[in-house]
């Protein structure tokens, strides 16, 4: 039975390859034909290992930097494997030259301790613009 102790374990793989934009490391956490849906809001579903590492490497390894997130909240469905997890992070959105706010509600649906499906729920909001050295980087 997945326990609170096993979904927070996936979770501190989650904020590691975060903070570390390791898309290797994320997708160890992740079954093969895990489905990762960014923003529910729109019709696009990330499948697979090798899109979640695709999507991770674009958003997170090229758009980016000085990741703090920490996780706030977590709520277990132990009937039906599934997770609901709070967290906040704070990060350089490159691509656009600010550095950001987020608050974050994810529901993870877990499958032989990995992840199958997480579906994000977010807002973020602008907390300071980049110099144009750190814009560069």
């Not at 927070?8 to 849906?37: C, G, N, S």
């Not at 996780?71 to 997770?83: K, N, P």
């Not at 987020?102 to 529901?107: L, P, S, T």
């Amino acid at each position: 039975m997945l326990t609170k102790q096993d979904v927070r374990k996936v979770i501190a793989v989650y904020m590691k390859a975060w903070r570390t934009q390791d898309p290797d490391l994320i997708v160890t956490i992740f079954t093969p034909e895990a489905t990762y849906h960014e923003r529910v809001m729109e019709d696009i579903t990330i499948t697979g290992r090798d899109g979640i590492r695709a999507y991770w490497e674009s958003k997170v390894v090229g758009a980016q930097a000085n990741i703090i997130c920490g996780m706030e909240h977590l709520y277990l469905d132990h009937d039906t494997g599934t997770a609901i997890a709070e967290w906040v992070a704070e990060f350089d959105d490159v691509a656009q030259g600010v550095r950001k706010r987020m608050r974050e509600i994810a529901v993870l649906e877990f499958e032989d301790g990995l992840i199958s499906s997480l579906r994000e729920y977010w807002a973020s909001e602008t907390v300071g613009e980049l110099s144009a050295a750190a814009a560069d980087a």
